[in-house]
């Protein structure tokens, strides 16, 4: 069974940082990749996550949303089974819950296998 939860969020001010982590469990294969996804505030509808960042799980490589690039990174603990994402520089509009997905690298930000349940971000002064 495919199980994936996310921790790490919280509430902090523009150009503050969170690390949230992602804790993976029930697959294995190389093909596939761990995303971080954000749904806003304002949305509801699951087809509405916008995708943040993915990671390999075969060789480790990395893709960034336009809008994180240079202030979000992800990585990863094999050992652990878990993915980071570090978020520096935080801005209002990075707030929303962030879910942790299953999905394929070639499939980043386009199919999702599994959600977790979510980690919600607040940023605001």
């Known amino acids: ?3 994936l ?7 902090v001010q523009p150009g503050g940082s969170l690390r949230l982590s992602c804790t993976f469990s029930g ?31 075969n ?6 949303a ?7 990174t992800i990585s990863r603990d094999n050992a652990k089974n878990t993915v980071y994402l570090q978020m520096n520089n935080l801005e209002p509009g990075d707030a929303g819950v ?6 394929h690298w070639a499939l980043c930000f386009i199919r999702v296998n599994y959600w977790g349940k979510g980690t ?4 605001s002064s």
């Open 1 to 3: 069974q495919v199980q």
């Open 5 to 11: 939860v996310e921790s790490g969020g919280g509430s």
């Open 27 to 57: 697959f294995s294969s190389d093909s596939h990749a761990i995303g971080w996804f954000r749904q806003a505030p304002v949305s509801v509808r699951e087809d509405e996550r916008e995708g943040i960042s993915c990671i390999s799980n």
């Open 59 to 64: 060789d480790g490589r990395t893709h960034y």
């Open 66 to 72: 336009d809008t994180v690039e240079g202030r979000f």
């Open 98 to 103: 962030y879910y942790c997905a299953e999905t």
């Open 120 to 123: 919600r971000v607040t940023v």
